[in-house]
């Protein structure tokens, strides 16, 4: 029986709540940091040229759809500059093994000048083949690319894309070298763990938590008395939580990082493991998923998870035994936060 042919990711198709980006370009190393513009920009050149992706062709695109909320074409051209100018380091597997692949990642192009004008653009023969070659993908939602207000956000959310349906995995480590690579915070810039963490790490944390369709968290690993590696873990949100954040998604930005901080609670918690279940806890059942008191923990964060177990299992002792507790825990979990505000 043959072996069955990989799904390649130009397989994958876009449509227009989403966007694909090849998963070799989402764990890139910028040598040059790009701007969260010039992120989101680049995502909208792969996504005009996906159907011809894998092809030696001009792709045109107009400059209105490149502009976003701006009025001027400037900073089009300067992310286009920057973009030419990027040269960025693609894990790939050559002969079986890891190699560093170093790649352009936009071609020569022709800007019109007029303001309706349009871009052509090429994407550089060795990064097609790099395309062409991937089986993994983050599949993009538009609305949260364009929503989230950092390059550190908007690469998280990339990566978390990309991991999200892996079956057997909900977690990976990283050095700091490789997480601030992958990030693209620039050499010279927040060094210090606490640096990193305040200004790029738990803002993108909570950010991401509140827009996308994943609970996330980044939580620091010592080798002796210094940071030196994270693990990254993520998990899906449950249809109430996945409903909060459509619906965030439709406020204006406005007081988003507060809410934000009140639904994913990184704030008071970020960094820290949960502790153990206690053990008076223990005689009243068995624990829940981890993920589960993940979840609740960072979404009701400075509330006790286990007063809160205990008081959900004194309640359903009276109703009978739920054919989900986790999913029954969270909403009384829920229920009982809206009635006992902090």
Known sequence: MDKQAPYRTTQARPNTESLIKPGELVDLVELTPLTLADRRIYNQLLDNAWDAIEKPVTHIIAKSSLRGSHNSNDRVGESIERLMGAIVKVRITKDGAPAIERVQLLGGNVETERRDGVLEYEI???LR?????STIFA???REVMFALSSKYALTLYEMVQKRGNLKYKSSERFSIAELRGILGVPDGKLTTWSNLKNRAIAPSVEEVSALSDYMVEILPIKTGRSVTHVELKWWPKD???VGQAAQELSYSKVGRKERGKERAGQGASFG???KPRP?????LGDPLRTDTYETARLRYSGYDIYHIEREWRDWSA?????????????AFFRKYAEHNPL
Not at 129 to 133: E, P, S
Not at 318 to 330: E, N, S, T, V
């Open 272 to 274: 820290e493991a949960l």
């Open 124 to 126: 550089p023969a060795r």
């Open 239 to 241: 249809g109430n939580a």
């Open 129 to 133: 083949k790099v395309i062409k070659n």
């Open 279 to 283: 053990a008076w806890l223990q005689k």
């Open 318 to 330: 009276k109703k009978g035994a739920a054919k989900d507790p986790d999913k029954a825990f969270l």
């Open 139 to 141: 599949r993009l939602q």
